[in-house]
């Protein structure tokens, strides 16, 4: 991709066909990889819904869910979508990178801050027999919860090394692509979150 | 026993290369096991020792496995898959040698239940998915006239760790043992209640891995296509080969996270005691059979859909004729894509839905054969009146055309749920799914190998060969699996390593001759490369289009140029070559020349394999610290990659001017040959225009 500065990485004539130089293709691509990402979920989704009922005498989603803990968590994992789409913003407007990196610390902080209340959640339901051994609806809910949680680590260390090259670099064309497709990943574990929130937590409460 | 218990080396022990059986339980099984093992150390020796005796690692590093270009991973990609065919082919004969002795065989039950599984997961996973993607790599992007795929660097580490899956298959012959379980692993056999061993783990590791290498083509080609295509090759100008491919690549998008998926959880049920799939605590093996066929019927399609496109290239090549029907074949193969999802539960028909699901099931899955049925007529109305040329590629095609008919109808047959139950589970199962992979999937990359090896390499394989080699290939075929639609219907159950019934023997016997057969289409496959390769400077092709082609990847130099096309071309007709041709506005010189720009070299690839490999080696048993130390450094290593930004070279305008201009001259040298003389030493890859 381009070099340090945007204004060394074309020589003068180059053909027009150079290849991944694109935006365009490069986010299109970001985007068809979220639809088989999507997919990926989504058959999750539909096992964790075939086994609400196969509690096999262990605990339910009425002994094991904090309503009050999920509220802040989708709390912070809103707010940190809200962020970053201001992040986005002021790259956008070529702020001062200083308010772009203060966003995106924000964000940050605020997807461990959701990490960390998860952990604390799947502590609490460990302490009270929920773990994915124990029944067959467990190791459903332990196989979608937590991969979404491993989504948002990922994202979180993506957004580490996006500081690190800032800080390196600067704004150049290939990071703010880079920053581009890290706010599209971030928006959409956001929608995963609501989908896990409506049918693991709210739908898992009222059917099972 | 808990997973933490295991010493530094897991659960590894003299006891687990297969050579120490041979001490303790000495037999034929144990003598077969340790032979395969044997090649496959000899294999790599040998390959080792050959690499350094002739000097070429430097070559092969700098050309070969740090390279970007999507034709050189083509051809790491088809090579790898000829390799393994060669394994998987090997094992088919064992196993029909072993059910023609039968009763009194000479293999163990156990040793006999592996080869199926290997079989079957090399065969689909490790031949035809590379083989098809290899060929897709190495032609795609030249008939949409782009100079590589949109992500190159992503298409080597699509090959990365769908090699060292492989290589993974490969040290299972040597320590431990494989899966018994087939391809398909259902739980709850394949979970560690009933198969404690690392053969399971085998399976998992190699799927998910090489899984996620062909999601990640899926994507990578996907984009190509609807990004890349050269000016004025709209969507309805795209060769045929390339709507395959885009409709198989969006199968490769949505059809591999179901099989990742389930190979996964099979996983946290063996490694974490999880309950998807077990018999206790609620695990529900449906839910299984549901997501492996979730992928595998789509499957079967993105596979079959580029050999389909390969076959439509062939028959308008070699019958001189714009390909009959364009349309309704794009609409075909759109069709069958779409319908590949609706009727996965035609696999497990037995396994009590209620009739009227099964009905709707059935339904979905005979209305693929309209689709199908199109594209056959299309086919032969490509050939009516054409100027028909006998060649290799002709022949597997024509092959492929009256004996896939037939697989495709014994696949209706199948559809009637009322059939299936009588059938399923026998060997005319196997019939049926080997009588459209072989003839629908397998002949049409060996067409297309064959097809387009000159372009590749600069100079055609040998023909006589060739042909040797395809007419074995259906003699083989026909003779090796006719047979067991018989036998099927008599009732013999498919997987079976032995019988006592001896009404199936001649059936067994027949197949068997006919695998020996199919052995001799291998060997002059192998036969047809080395006297090719002897044969090289007699049969070259340089000027780059020995078949009259019709495509843009015949208006190219052969081999190609690194950068493909010294101006991209402006695309005003579906055959564009065949129009330039016609036009006399082929092979000009550029108005001007400029600067290229392409990827550079990468060791990423290179690197994600042997760590990969190594992370699933010791998933598999259970050495959690290397396993830790390899899946940090997987990341690292990625992270870091993140921070080269100089991952561009120029190639420079005069440079470019050079290789053109050298063409060019050549060009002018070279005696047009027309079709008569096609596969004779005059053909130099000048095309006389003779029509
Ligand atoms: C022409 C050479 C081949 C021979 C002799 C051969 C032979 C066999 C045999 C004996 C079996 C076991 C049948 C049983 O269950 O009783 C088998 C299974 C299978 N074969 Fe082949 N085969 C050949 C080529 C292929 C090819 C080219 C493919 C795929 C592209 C393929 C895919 C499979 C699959 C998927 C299975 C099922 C494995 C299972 O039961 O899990 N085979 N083959
Ligand atoms: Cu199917």
């Not at chain 1, 800032?166 to 990071?175: E, F, I, K, R, Y």
């Not at chain 2, 005691?273 to 605590?281: A, P």
């Not at chain 2, 009259?548 to 140029?561: F, M, N, Q, T």
């Not at chain 2, 050549?666 to 005696?671: A, G, P, Q, Y």
Request: net charge neutral.
């Amino acid at each position: 991709m381009s070099g340090n500065s945007s204004s060394i990485s074309k020589p003068p004539s180059v053909d027009p066909g150079a290849i991944h130089k694109d935006p365009d293709m490069v986010i299109f691509g970001f985007w068809v990889f979220m639809m088989s990402d999507l997919i990926f979920f989504g058959v999750v989704f539909a096992i964790y819904i075939t086994m609400i009922g196969a509690t096999a005498g262990g605990p339910g989603p009425r002994e094991l869910f904090d309503f009050g803990s999920l509220f802040a968590q989708t709390m912070l994992l809103l707010t940190s979508s809200l962020t970053v789409g201001i992040a986005t913003i002021t790259m956008k407007h070529q702020r001062s990178q200083g308010s772009f990196l203060f966003w995106v610390v924000i964000t940050l902080l605020l997807g461990l801050g959701f990490l960390t209340l998860e952990l604390y959640d799947f502590s609490e339901m460990a302490a009270k027999g929920g773990v994915p051994q124990r029944s067959g609806y467990l190791s459903a809910f332990f196989g979608l919860v937590p991969l979404h949680g491993l989504h948002v680590t990922f994202g979180c260390l993506w957004m580490l090394v996006m500081i690190v090259q800032v800080l390196m670099v600067g704004m150049t064309d290939l990071v703010k692509l880079r920053f581009l497709r890290l706010a599209l990943f971030w928006h959409f574990l956001d929608l995963i979150w609501i989908g896990i929130f409506s049918v693991v937590y709210f739908g898992g409460w009222v059917y099972g | 026993m808990n997973i933490m218990d295991y010493g530094w080396l897991g659960k590894l022990s003299w006891d687990s290369i297969v050579f120490s059986k041979l001490f303790t339980n000495f037999s034929v099984s144990e003598v077969v096991a340790s032979t395969a093992g044997s090649i496959v150390i000899f294999a790599t020796v040998a390959i080792l020792f050959l690499l350094t005796w002739f000097r070429v690692w430097g070559t092969l590093w700098s050309v070969w496995l740090t390279s970007t270009d999507h034709k050189r991973i083509g051809i790491m990609y088809i090579v790898f898959a000829l390799v393994m065919m060669t394994r998987g082919l090997l094992e088919g004969m064992v196993m029909r040698a072993q059910q023609a002795a039968a009763p009194d065989g000479f293999l163990y039950a156990d040793h006999f239940a592996q080869l199926f599984s290997t079989h079957g997961t090399i065969m689909i996973f490790f031949v035809a998915v590379p083989f098809v993607v290899g060929l897709v790599n190495y032609v795609m992007p030249l008939q949409i006239g782009a100079r590589d795929v949109a992500f190159p660097v992503l298409n080597q580490i699509s090959l990365a760790i769908t090699a060292s899956s492989g290589i993974l298959l490969m040290v299972s012959l040597v320590v431990g043992e494989f899966s018994t379980g087939g391809w398909s692993a259902y739980p709850p056999y394949t979970g560690t209640d009933f198969n404690p061993g690392v053969g399971p783990d085998y399976w998992i590791w190699a799927i998910v891995f090489s899984g996620a290498g062909t999601t990640l083509t899926g994507i990578n080609f996907t984009v190509t296509i609807l990004k890349c295509r050269a000016v004025g090759m709209g969507f309805f100008r795209m060769p045929m080969f390339c709507w395959t491919v885009l409709c198989s690549s969006i199968l490769m998008i949505f059809a591999m996270p179901p099989l990742s998926v389930a190979a996964l959880m099979l996983g946290f049920d063996r490694y974490l005691d999880f309950h998807f799939f077990t018999n206790d605590l609620g695990g529900n093996m449906m839910n299984y059979a549901n997501l492996f066929w979730l992928f595998g019927h789509p499957e079967v399609y993105l596979l079959v859909l580029p050999a389909y496109g390969i076959f439509s290239e062939v028959f308008s090549t070699y019958s001189a004729k714009r390909l009959y029907g364009y349309k309704s074949l794009v609409f075909a193969t759109m069709s069958i894509a779409v319908l590949s999802f609706t009727v996965w539960l035609h696999h497990f028909f037995t396994m009590g839905q209620s009739p009227t699901i099964n009905i709707v099931f059935g339904i979905a899955t005979m209305l693929i054969a309209v689709p199908t049925g199109v594209k056959v007529y299309d086919w032969m109305a490509t050939m009516y009146r054409g100027r028909i040329r006998f060649t290799t590629p002709m022949i597997y095609s024509i092959g492929f055309l009256i004996l896939f008919v037939i697989g495709g109808l014994s696949g209706v047959i199948l559809a009637n749920p009322t059939v299936d139950f009588q059938v399923h589970n026998t060997l005319f199962l196997v019939a049926h799914f080997h009588n459209v992979l072989i003839p629908g999937v397998l002949f049409g990359l060996l067409a297309g190998y064959n097809y387009w090896f000159p372009k590749a390499f600069g100079f055609r394989l040998d023909e006589r060969l060739g042909k040797w080699s395809a007419y074995l290939w259906i003699v083989g075929f026909m003779l090796t699996f006719f047979p067991l639609y018989g036998a099927g219907l008599l009732g013999m159950p498919r997987r079976s390593f032995s019988y006592m019934d001896l009404t199936f023997k001649p059936y067994m016997l027949v197949a068997f001759i006919g695998a020996m057969v199919v052995l001799c289409a291998l060997v002059t496959l192998i036969l047809q490369l080395l006297v090719s390769l002897r044969d090289r400077k007699k049969n070259r092709v340089p000027v780059g289009d020995p078949w009259d082609g019709r495509s843009l990847e015949w208006s190219i130099s052969a081999p190609a140029p690194s950068y493909n096309f010294a101006e991209l071309p402006r695309v005003t007709d579906r055959d564009e070559f065949t129009e330039t041709k016609e036009q006399g506005r082929a092979y000009q010189p550029p108005k001007v020349y400029r600067n290229i720009e392409m990827p550079r070299n990468n060791p990423l690839g290179f690197i994600l394999c042997v760590l990969s490999g190594i992370l699933m080696f010791a998933l598999v048993w259970y050495i959690w610290w290397l396993a830790l130390i390899t899946a940090l450094a997987i990341i690292v290593v990625v992270i870091a990659s993140t921070f080269r930004w100089d991952s561009e070279q120029i190639i420079p305008a005069s440079q470019v001017q050079q290789d053109t201009e050298r063409w060019l001259e050549l060009v002018k040298n070279t005696e047009p040959v027309g079709r008569d003389l096609e596969n004779t030493p005059q053909n130099n890859g000048y095309a006389k225009l003779e029509h």
